[in-house]
């Protein structure tokens, strides 16, 4: 009799961890979801910090392209100033001194007017990648929508499942011995979720070491609640036919 209350026991605290896992995994779960969002919001973040890094370097190229057209306006006026000079110069000396300069001036200006081409060019690609770019936040944003509204709906389904197993869990608790409740409350903390492991074949499933044979024999007579002696949780016969379907817990 002693035995099959024993076994009972160990059957309600199987129910028990079952139960345990569960919510240890939905807390798991759900504490994912707050991070996935982030994720997600910081994609779009990205995207806003490249596209305005991209409109101020466009911004900057738009003022120096300007400047460098205000400086070619200059020595086009230059060049005009220094040809009509030149038509009243008589000396060949002067003549020559006065060419020497309209080269000079020209040569800065096509200088110049091959940095505005190269502007041109840059703002050109930019405003390219800036069109890209605001169209791929769009549907970044379309995708991260959709994206939270399915992980808050997720969590919503882990916080109904959690309120089911924590109106569960009492009705398990209750149903335990209190000294077997309390070692089972301890193991759980500090076997780092696992208060209870199966032994097959001689073997703790938990920790991987073989139990001695004399205990081994012990958990088969079942008038006893055992632990590992190497990992010291709570030990029962994996390879009994009682013991071999999941513990039913929503």
Known sequence: MRGVLLKRQLKILLELQACDDRISEILRKSAEGPVKVQRLKEILEEFDKQIRESEDRLETLKKDRRGVEREVQELEGRIEKSGIKLSNIKSNKEYTAGLKEIEDLRSMKFSLEDRVLQYMEEMEALEKDLRDRKKRKGEAALDTEKATL???????????????????????????????LKSYSLLLERRRGQAVTAVVRGVCQACHIGVPPQQFNDLLKGDAILTCPHCNRIIYWGEDQEFQTEPGVG
């Open 150 to 180: 399915s992980i808050l709906g997720e969590m919503n389904e882990l916080s109904r499942k959690l309120e089911e197993l924590q109106r569960q869990r009492p009705l398990l608790t209750e149903k335990i011995e209190k000294g077997l």
